[in-house]
């Protein structure tokens, strides 16, 4: 821990990333420099990605295979980038990891563009969790953040990967995600963002297959300045295949559209999306659009929205028990951002819990 100076280790907290914590398997970089990346555990192989695809010829022709190199500008950057920063992960199959796997991007100089691509592979009937953080230092308020990756998750595997996102005011980020969830996959996939950010643009896509499931869970606060632009998109493509999509979204003068979409192809496929906002201020907007798309009969998708702002009758009666009123309304927005993700190990939902408790982005209400 010496060798990092009190501001980069407040950065690398502020997503979770506790150098003090037991890892199966990290990954750390700061703007391009990889400054570590091991495993712990035969269980879990972890690679530069520019090693990886050196090493495995096959693992070129999955690059790029589920987010096209042309897909958009960001992606087609992420492409072209010669620095060819990223991570490979493999975990082997038919294994159980229980400690986490950590991997964590620093934006670590002003109008810096940092450009990532990476690749993770649950082989068949395997089990992890992988907390992925990304940031940017103090003095880093400025920059861009690009990131490309692809998870393929083969039958009978189970993924829960949490992204955990902290940045500087003026900074850009755009994630560009897909996952290939197979027979009777699991992908688990929450986005946590609670603090100041100049724009955030992503849609993760996910394939899933017969009897699979995708998952996707968002707790977003937006302050003043901030522009989320944020969704999910599952195409159930297996006959049974199922998908949850939560967002919880808290607007303090920042402006949010959330989108959801859900496309059914064959029978027996479910899903249902659920969206919840709280306006703070007449400064901000958050726009919802759910969207289902039905091209079988026997489907059973849904969806719900709300927008509304704090309850009168739960800040009445939090000052009636002698608590103060900017006090009350963050209490009050804690238990909004306090979203249960029911396939997520209860240590991981702890983190994200204490992530919200400790901001201090409510003490600006």
């Excluded at 703007?31 to 096959?58: F, G, M, N, R």
């Excluded at 944020?230 to 979204?249: C, K, N």
């Excluded at 719900?304 to 009123?325: P, R, T």
């Excluded at 991981?348 to 992530?355: D, F, H, T």
Aim: hydrophobic share 40%; glycine share 8%.
């Amino acid at each position: 821990m010496n060798s990092y100076d009190e501001p980069t280790l407040q950065a690398m907290k502020n997503v979770a990333y506790n150098l003090g914590e037991d890892k199966s398997a990290t990954f750390f970089a700061r703007d391009t420099q990889i400054v570590d990346a091991h495993s712990a555990t035969s269980a879990v192989e972890i690679l530069p990605i520019e090693i990886a695809l050196e090493k495995y010829e096959w693992l070129r022709k999955l690059s790029y295979s589920l987010v096209s190199a042309d897909q958009d500008s960001y992606v087609e950057e992420v492409a072209n980038n010669p620095a060819n920063l990223g991570y490979f992960i493999r975990v082997r199959a038919g294994e159980k990891v229980v400690l986490p796997i950590y991997t964590c991007y620093l934006i670590d100089s002003s109008r810096f563009t940092q450009c990532t691509h990476n690749i993770v592979i649950a082989e068949e009937g395997s089990e992890f969790h992988l907390i992925s953080g990304c940031t940017s230092n103090v003095h880093a308020e400025s920059g861009r953040h690009i990131g490309v990756s692809e998870f393929f998750i083969h039958d009978n595997a189970i993924v829960t990967s949490t992204m955990v996102h902290s940045w500087g005011k003026e900074v850009e980020v755009y994630p560009r995600t897909a996952a290939y969830v197979g027979k009777n996959g699991t992908f688990v996939s929450s986005y946590v963002a609670l603090g100041s950010v100049k724009s955030v643009q992503m849609d993760p896509k996910a394939i899933i297959k017969e009897g699979g499931l995708g998952e996707f869970y968002s707790v977003i606060y937006a302050p003043e300045g901030s522009v989320f632009d944020v969704g999910s998109t599952a195409l159930l493509e297996g006959e049974g295949a199922s998908t949850q999509m939560i967002s919880r979204v808290v607007s303090n003068g920042g402006h949010v559209l959330t989108r959801g979409k859900i496309i059914g192809e064959k029978s027996g496929g479910r899903g249902t999306m659920a969206c919840n906002g709280l306006l703070l201020s007449d400064k901000g907007f958050i726009h919802a659009i759910p969207e289902l798309v039905a091209n079988n009969p026997n489907l059973e998708l849904s969806h719900e929205a709300s927008v509304g702002m704090i309850s009168k009758d739960e800040l009445a009666y939090l000052m009636a028990s002698g608590i103060e009123e900017d006090r009350a309304k963050s209490l009050i927005i804690e238990g909004f951002l306090d979203l249960h993700i029911p396939s997520l190990p209860e240590y991981l939902q702890r983190q994200i819990n204490a992530l919200v408790e400790e901001t201090k982005v409510f003490d600006t209400i």
